[in-house]
């Protein structure tokens, strides 16, 4: 009886289970069990930069399901699968760095494609031949539909070609890309070929050709009334938020209406810390505007690759969420440490200032990713790309080692130390500096001393020259006063001490100066100083070498800086700015403050100096001569500002002074006495 009993709750039980089978338990099951994603299709779980900020908000099951997008046609179905070994041809780029060749344009251009022709015709890359080009470079215009477009006659299947398209297409032009690169605004990440094509931020019709506007970040830390976050909506604006998370700025499934407002990103963006932006590809606009504004740019699953994702780190300036989880991404926004707020603040600045504030930038930032590929393992480290000043102004062919210039020593740990070169500039009176020599060679930090003789009078014999403990070299110069800032390849240390051959300094001076410049190993140390001011009535820039309360540049006729300088003025200026130089003479001290103070952001240090010095004066109109100070010619600053395309001077009340210095206490206990001779 009980084994009968037995066998009927089996068979009972058997019967149930075949049931359930039949019935689908199947699908019961996957909402317990997440299936795993097919190979290649698109991911549904949310892609944090800031991994550590995002707690275990989520419940299981709580995600919605991932909805399935029209598939896109990729690179492969517009005629080209490439990657970067097998479709570049390195061989071609033969020293010298990155020589591009562009190909005329086919038909009308745009005013925003015109600025961009402008900026590759006037920088270093350029090339005027096919033939020295490592790079050809293809402008791709928007042609009528159905009409295919005019393919380049050196087009050679693409080969070394870089097609740059502006406006987003799935496939750029009606031609085959063949084996081209393409550099286009805002690609999807489903037809981006990491590596090989180059990322670019949509460019807007207004945006600034040169130099561009500043970041516009007032507060470097959240203020407790401020905004927290702003939503770019699609119809254009920014809808603000507070810090109630019951707010739900973008799922639309909020349980109350804060009632936001409606306002221009200029007025709203610098009051937000944090901008959130929606995935879609017509939003990509909208990242520009919030890293202009300082405001933490939160992507929320962006269907689009990042600009210069290949070398820029965004994860230091951005935080990309999943647009799924509305609360649980404003819960984490709001527990995120202040130091990683002002971190993430600052490099949105850094980032726009260095590669996104001007059409020359951002189109230099192309070609310098392309060139970082071509060198290989001599190419921009990271550290140059995301630190100030950038990797625009940090040139490989200088360096390819952070140590080597002036503006990595603290990231890296390390200081200054060793000695100088004193390069004296001997002019059109071909002066001998022996009093100067003497004077320079005293110091004990003086490695080598150069005189540059730039004079049309014959060189003084070797026995007329000063006997000094250092060696003494004579460079024979081509009577251009821009020889004087030329990378000389006799100079061997990084310190130079930039002097005229009538210059008057002491010893006990020149020892301050360079422990100051050790300290300061980025910016200029000198003695004698100009100031630059507005010139309201003339509506204008100005000038003066009278002594005041401010000054912005130091006279390179007494100067410490580093020799990094001489390469960056030589093979980064415009050929028009080193040439104005050239035709006024003195105008050469502004324009190598105009460049010291772009790439520093910072003002020159002043030194105290004795009575023994002779006032500097402005530099005189061009064509100008004679022992009296000429008044200053507004056309040198002016001329350089619109080059610049800005007024890159910043002005300081500060000079340093030797410790005890002029304090009223006995000689000689102060280390720098001849400082305080009259």
């Given at each position: 009886?009980?084994?009968?009993?037995?066998?009927?709750?089996?068979?009972?039980?058997?019967?149930?289970?075949?049931?359930?089978?039949?019935?689908?338990?199947?699908?019961?099951?996957?909402?317990?069990?997440?299936?795993?994603?097919?190979?290649?299709?698109?991911?549904?779980?949310?892609?944090?930069?800031?991994?550590?900020?995002?707690?275990?908000?989520?419940?299981?099951?709580?995600?919605?399901?991932?909805?399935?997008?029209?598939s896109r046609p990729s690179r492969a179905s517009c005629g080209s699968g490439c990657n970067w070994a097998a479709c570049f041809d390195t061989s071609q780029c033969r020293g010298g760095g990155l020589k591009v060749f562009v190909h005329p344009a086919p038909g009308p251009i745009s005013e925003t494609h015109r600025r961009i022709l402008t900026s590759i015709k006037g920088s270093r890359y350029h090339t005027f031949s096919p033939g020295e080009a490592c790079l050809l470079l293809f402008l791709s215009l928007d042609a009528p539909a159905g009409e295919p477009s005019p393919v380049p006659l050196q087009w050679n299947g693409g080969k070394n070609h870089l097609v740059l398209s502006l406006h987003p297409a799935p496939c750029p032009k009606t031609f085959q890309l063949g084996q081209a690169m393409v550099a286009e605004a805002s690609p999807t990440v489903d037809t981006f070929r990491p590596g090989f094509d180059v990322a670019l931020p949509p460019l807007p019709e207004a945006h600034p050709f040169r130099g561009g506007a500043p970041g516009q970040l007032q507060q470097h830390s959240p203020h407790p009334r401020e905004t927290l976050v702003a939503l770019a909506e699609e119809r254009g604006g920014w809808r603000t938020a507070g810090t109630d998370s019951s707010a739900c700025p973008w799922d639309g499934r909020c349980e109350q209406d804060p009632g936001p407002e409606?306002?221009?990103?200029?007025?709203?963006?610098?009051?937000?810390?944090?901008?959130?932006?929606?995935?879609?590809?017509?939003?990509?606009?909208?990242?520009?505007?919030?890293?202009?504004a300082g405001c933490i740019p939160v992507l929320l699953s962006p269907r689009w690759e990042l600009p210069f994702s290949e070398v820029i780190d965004w994860t230091k300036a951005a935080i990309i969420a999943d647009e799924r989880l509305p609360l649980q991404v404003l819960a984490a926004l709001q527990e995120m440490p202040p130091a990683r707020v002002l971190a993430l603040r600052q490099q949105t600045q850094f980032l726009w200032d260095a590669y996104f504030s001007s059409v020359e930038k951002i189109i230099h930032t192309t070609l310098e990713t392309i060139q970082d590929r071509v060198f290989g393992a001599s190419a921009h480290p990271s550290l140059m790309w995301n630190s100030p000043p950038g990797a625009l102004l940090a040139l490989p062919t200088f360096s390819t080692s952070p140590q080597d210039f002036p503006f990595y020593h603290l990231q890296q740990g390390s200081c200054l130390v060793g000695r100088f070169?004193?390069?004296?500039?001997?002019?059109?009176?071909?002066?001998?500096?022996?009093?100067?020599?003497?004077?320079?060679?005293?110091?004990?930090?003086?490695?080598?001393?150069?005189?540059?003789?730039?004079?049309?009078?014959?060189?003084?014999?070797?026995?007329?020259?000063?006997?000094?403990?250092?060696?003494?070299?004579?460079?024979?110069?081509?009577?251009?006063?821009?020889?004087?800032?030329?990378?000389?390849?006799?100079?061997?240390?990084?310190?130079?001490?930039?002097?005229?051959?009538?210059?008057?300094?002491?010893t006990s001076e020149v020892d301050f100066a360079f422990s100051v410049w050790q300290s300061f190993p980025e910016r200029m140390v000198g003695f004698l100083t100009w100031s630059h001011f507005w010139d309201k009535a003339r509506g204008s820039w100005g000038y003066t070498a009278e002594r005041a309360n401010e000054f912005s540049m130091v006279v390179t006729t007494a100067a410490f800086y580093h020799r990094y300088y001489h390469t960056l003025f030589t093979c980064s200026l415009p050929k028009a700015l080193r040439s104005l130089a050239d035709e006024a003479p003195t105008c050469v001290d502004v324009l190598m403050n105009f460049l010291v103070a772009a790439v520093t952001k910072l003002p020159p240090i002043k030194l105290p100096y004795g009575k023994q010095h002779q006032?500097?004066?402005?530099?005189?109109?061009?064509?100008?001569?004679?022992?009296?100070?000429?008044?200053?010619?507004?056309?040198c600053i002016n001329l350089m500002a619109a080059e610049f395309g800005h007024m890159p001077l910043v002005s300081s009340r500060l000079r340093l002074d030797p410790v005890l210095f002029k304090d009223p206490v006995s000689v000689l206990r102060k280390k720098y006495r001849s400082l305080e001779k009259p």
């Open positions: 009886m009980q084994s009968w009993k037995r066998k009927s709750l089996w068979l009972a039980l058997s019967a149930s289970w075949l049931l359930l089978v039949l019935l689908g338990v199947s699908p019961l099951l996957r909402l317990k069990v997440p299936s795993r994603p097919l190979p290649g299709a698109p991911q549904g779980w949310p892609r944090w930069l800031d991994t550590e900020l995002l707690l275990s908000f989520f419940q299981p099951g709580e995600l919605p399901e991932d909805v399935p997008r029209p409606q306002t221009h990103p200029g007025a709203t963006l610098p009051n937000a810390t944090f901008c959130l932006i929606p995935g879609r590809r017509s939003d990509a606009l909208r990242f520009l505007q919030a890293l202009q070169s004193a390069l004296i500039w001997v002019g059109a009176q071909g002066q001998l500096p022996l009093k100067l020599i003497q004077a320079v060679a005293g110091s004990q930090h003086c490695a080598q001393i150069l005189v540059l003789w730039s004079s049309e009078r014959p060189l003084p014999p070797r026995e007329k020259w000063p006997e000094t403990s250092v060696p003494l070299t004579v460079i024979e110069g081509h009577r251009k006063v821009s020889d004087r800032f030329f990378p000389h390849s006799a100079i061997s240390t990084d310190a130079i001490l930039s002097l005229d051959a009538h210059t008057s300094l002491s006032g500097a004066s402005p530099p005189p109109a061009s064509g100008g001569s004679g022992p009296k100070p000429q008044p200053p010619d507004p056309d």
